[in-house]
């Protein structure tokens, strides 16, 4: 059974920092790309950034600059560090592992709530 479990959600004041863990089991972690996505009330989800499995990243134009992901493949574990953070970052967020269809999974998502 595939399983993506993020943590590190919360709530932190504007220009704050948080840090997103992703673990995933029952997948070989190192064949799929990982991303993070999120999703704000009323809002399509979109992607934040994303690390293939040769280790390129991409981040998208809202974040670059301030997000950082990384990823460990022996522990199964890919994470978000998340500085300078505005209230316009306040989303659920999503972990996603992909190695191309049908093999896309999700977790289950972590709130992230930037305010004062």
């Known amino acids: 059974q595939v399983q993506l479990v993020e943590s590190g959600g919360g709530l932190v004041q504007p220009g704050g920092s948080l840090t997103l863990a992703c673990v995933a089991s029952?997948?070989?972690?190192?064949?799929?790309?990982m991303a993070w996505y999120r999703q704000a009330p009323g809002q399509q989800r979109e992607l934040v950034s994303v690390i293939t499995r040769a280790g390129t990243i991409n981040y998208g134009d809202s974040v670059k600059g301030r997000f950082t992901i990384s990823r460990d493949n022996a522990s199964k574990k890919v994470y978000l560090q998340m500085n300078s953070l505005k209230p316009e970052d306040t989303a659920v967020y999503y972990c996603?592992?992909?190695?191309?269809?049908?093999?896309?999974?999700w977790g289950q998502g972590t709130q992230v709530t930037v305010s004062s």
């Open positions: 996603n592992a992909d190695a191309g269809s049908p093999y896309q999974y």
């Open positions: 029952g997948i070989m972690f190192s064949r799929y790309a």
